[in-house]
């Protein structure tokens, strides 16, 4: 053994500053609908992507495309599909469809 500790790859990330994530959350309300409007859209006019295609398509960020993924779950118009694709760095992505 190395004598390094032995960490977690599931390690949370410090919530030292909710002031911030608050002050997100306020700056793009008046936005989800649009960006939700837009990521839905590139997925039913591909026929599925993965989140990084998603990006690519619509020109939002990713940090924005995956929480939109995940809202247009909830609310039934998105879903992770069985098929995965590669990404650049070689990993393998989910592919989401529109319902």
Not at 23 to 39: F, N, Q, S, W, Y
Not at 74 to 92: D, M, P, V
Request: glycine share 10%; with cysteine.
């Amino acid at each position: 053994m190395s004598g390094l500790p032995q960490l977690s790859l599931f390690v949370r990330a410090p919530y030292s500053e909710p002031g911030t994530s608050r002050d997100a959350a306020v700056a793009i309300g008046p936005h989800l609908e649009r960006l939700e409007a837009a990521v839905l859209a590139a997925l039913r006019a591909s026929g599925g992507l993965c989140a990084h295609e998603v990006e690519e398509a619509t020109g939002i960020a990713g940090n924005t495309v995956r929480p939109r993924l995940v809202a247009l779950r909830g609310k039934g118009l998105a879903r992770q599909s069985h098929r995965t694709r590669k990404t650049a760095s070689g990993r393998l992505a989910r592919v989401w469809e529109a319902t």
